[in-house]
């Protein structure tokens, strides 16, 4: 017999039981919205700078190398009134509208710059009146950043910056009753509005802000749960803003574009504060699809659908007759510009991220908004990268040294600073893996000569450039290391004459030489060690000839110049630390030694890219079997260091001269080296070399020639 009594009991039991774990759900919910919306700041990556570009008479540029690096920052061609990030050419004058930029002294404002070029140089700049100024400071270029495991990337904006129809046209085609409705008055939740169709703004913040993207009934409906509670604790405009910095507006390479700040100087190179009526329309226009709206793949779908988009805004009141046909009208206005991803120099940015890890915690690096100034030099960049990409292209087309597959590396360097502007770790220049620049440690062959012939002239009193040394047969016995003979490979080599001179010295202080020049690495005492049985990287390589190319004032290789919170205040400063590691009387000498090299030597072939006047110092290096090639040079500005290899190191026919001489030839010549100018030491005289005796086998002088 049925018990109504009963059934009404348990069923307000159920009823109590649901109703009190509907108001303990929410409870949980509440305190998560109101914890997480109020302390959950955005992670914001490490954003990375290359150098800026100062301008001023005398800067040896071409006006062409000016534009490139304006383009790449995302500066349009042709005046745009009233609104900065623009230039214009006027035969030998480049006039910039330059955008305002934080640097670590300060804010620069935003303004105009009169640029004059003549030969390949900077003849004079002025301000927008004509007056003469010292200096122009161009913002620097983006060239990455350190990102949080989702490579989300945004910059933030305050509403107040946000342009008005910007807000209108997204409320008038998201949420029309955005300002109008109340959640608290939850009459939609409470007929499960919402269940079915679209989503409102707040909607749309939550599932991007707190839930996952699965679509399920249950997360829906606490997707409505939580969009209740967060419009009864935040007011509109709160919620408004977040959303604005939130939202995912598409993808560059493997870096997602979030929130209209970031979207805006990705599409158009412009802040937010400076978008147009229709840029807004098609950056509001994308929210529905960033992938489907794309304007670089699907310009006439996005310009569809931002043309639907200035409809809505106008039907809704916001917009007249007369802005919504001036927007129409437009195109759609965005960069040319290349994808960048997280960064289009992953192997500098490898080698700043190490150097920062000395300082920073990786987290901080990865969510605090640093902001990075480098010494990446775009321009030198770019000519590493084309050297090393086409002669390996042409390499393998011509199988010259084997079969396809060559790998290749490149490092320059500021002379006189330290400061690396360019490194490129493997012919794929976007590739984000085996960085062979800094991780790739090679035999370096004939590039450790130098330092033997640096010791040897440490010694004035026993040698000179003119000393003549033995180049006959040679046999050494070191305990630890296999008898061995040294002869020469081609019919003129010097290898036995560098190895007596090594030996005759005394091994030690040649590697005390090395180390000195800033190699770190220990090396066995060997007289294989003279001639370069040696495993060092290219950057390891750079180090040791920036001391040789700076007159031999050892200073350590940077990459990075200032870093400051995102705001712009100073956090650390790697300044300059130099240290002279040798007298000015030998380093002169080797240095007239290795232009003899590029002169008359295995680096003669220069001469193809660079005149003689040039005179740049060098040194080829071919190490056992010619697995590895290499060439080390520098002009009177910059250090350059190339490899060229196999991965597998196997045995080719690779030399210094023939590998990696043409791709640092090609490299420099796009670069307009400055000479090498060498003022001579009080303490140096110039000799004559003394002939050979008969009796003795043949000897030269040891500096006048070389062999790889």
């Not at 749960?225 to 977040?242: G, N, P, Q, R, S």
């Not at 690396?420 to 893996?433: K, S």
């Not at 130099?578 to 007298?583: K, R």
């Not at 001489?661 to 030491?681: F, Q, R, S």
Request: net charge positive.
């Amino acid at each position: 017999m049925f018990d109504r009594a009963k059934f009404w009991r348990y069923a307000r039991y159920t009823i109590l039981t649901v109703a009190l774990l509907a108001a303990g759900f929410t409870l949980y919910l509440d305190i998560r919205v109101r914890s997480e919306f109020e302390g959950r700041r955005f992670a914001l990556p490490a954003r990375i700078y290359a150098r800026p570009l100062e301008l001023h008479a005398g800067l040896r540029i071409a006006q062409i190398d000016v534009v490139r690096e304006l383009q790449e920052a995302g500066y349009g061609q042709g005046p745009r009134e009233g609104d900065p990030g623009w230039f214009a050419n006027d035969n030998d004058w480049l006039e910039v509208a330059v955008r305002p930029f934080v640097f670590w002294d300060g804010l620069q404002p935003a303004k105009r710059v009169r640029v004059a070029f003549e030969g390949g140089a900077v003849k004079a700049v002025q301000d927008a009146e004509g007056r003469d100024l010292p200096l122009a400071r161009l913002e620097p270029l983006a060239i990455g950043g350190i990102y949080p495991a989702n490579n989300e990337d945004r910059v933030l904006v305050r509403l107040s910056e946000v342009p008005k129809h910007l807000v209108q046209a997204l409320v008038a085609n998201e949420d029309r009753n955005f300002y109008a409705h109340h959640a608290r008055a939850a009459l939609s939740f409470l007929r499960l509005k919402g269940l079915q169709g679209g989503s409102t703004l707040t909607q749309q913040l939550v599932k991007n802000f707190f839930l996952t993207p699965e679509r399920t009934l249950s997360r829906k409906i606490t997707e409505l749960f939580m969009a209740v509670l967060l419009e009864i604790h935040y007011d509109k405009d709160e919620i408004l803003e977040t959303y604005l910095n939130e939202i995912y507006l598409g993808q560059d390479r493997d870096r997602a574009i979030h929130g209209v700040g970031l979207a805006s100087l990705y599409y158009f190179g412009k802040t937010v504060e400076h978008l147009t009526l229709a840029e807004s329309a098609l950056l509001v226009g994308m929210v529905k699809g960033p992938t489907f709206y794309d304007p670089f793949r699907n310009p006439e779908r996005a310009l569809e659908r931002r043309n639907l988009v200035l409809r809505e805004t106008k039907d809704r009141g916001f917009a007249t007759m007369e802005e919504y046909s001036k927007a129409r009208a437009a195109d759609l206005g965005v960069n040319q510009k290349a994808a960048m991803g997280t960064s289009p120099h992953p192997a500098f940015l490898d080698l700043v991220h190490r150097q920062l890890r000395r300082d920073y915690d990786e987290a901080d690096l990865r969510s605090e908004g640093l902001r990075v100034f480098t010494t990446l030099a775009p321009r030198v960049q770019a000519a590493a990268e084309r050297a090393l990409e086409r002669k390996i292209a042409q390499f393998d087309r011509g199988k010259i040294f084997g079969e396809p597959g060559l790998e290749g590396a490149v490092v320059v360097t500021d002379t006189q600073s330290g400061e690396v502007q360019a490194l490129v770790g493997g012919r794929d220049v976007r590739f984000r893996g085996f960085n062979r620049a800094l991780d790739a440690g090679r035999p370096v062959g004939s590039l450790l000569k130098p330092a033997i012939y640096l010791t040897a002239l440490a010694e004035p009193s026993r040698y000179t450039l003119v000393t003549p040394i033995d180049d006959g047969p040679f046999v050494w016995k070191s305990r630890g290391a296999p008898d061995w003979e040294l002869r020469t490979a081609l019919a003129q080599s010097y290898n036995a004459a560098t190895a007596r001179l090594g030996t005759d010295i005394g091994v030690e202080k040649v590697l005390a030489t090395i180390k000195r020049l800033g190699i770190e690495r220990e090396m066995q005492p060997y007289a294989s060690t003279l001639l370069g049985a040696v495993d060092l990287s290219p950057l390891e390589v750079a180090q040791m000839y920036q001391t040789i190319a700076s007159g031999g004032f050892r200073t350590p290789l940077r990459a990075i110049r200032e870093v400051t919170t995102q705001d712009g205040r100073p956090l650390k400063r790697y300044a300059l630390a130099v240290e002279q590691a040798f007298p000015p009387e030998p380093m002169y000498l080797i240095t007239a030694a290795m232009q003899g090299v590029v002169r008359e030597g295995t680096g003669r072939s220069l001469s193809n890219w660079l005149p003689p006047e040039t005179a740049v110092a060098g040194k080829t290096g071919t190490t056992t079997e010619q697995r590895d090639a290499w060439f080390a040079g520098f002009s009177g500005d910059r250090l350059g260091i190339v490899w060229i290899g196999y991965d597998d190191n196997r045995a080719a026919r690779l030399t210094g001269a023939a590998a990696a001489l043409p791709v640092w030839g090609e490299m420099m010549a796009a670069l307009a080296p400055e000479p090498l100018a060498l003022p001579k030491p009080d303490g140096c005289r110039s000799r004559r070399a003394r002939r050979p005796r008969s009796a003795l086998p043949a000897r030269r002088p040891w500096a006048s020639r070389s062999k790889e």
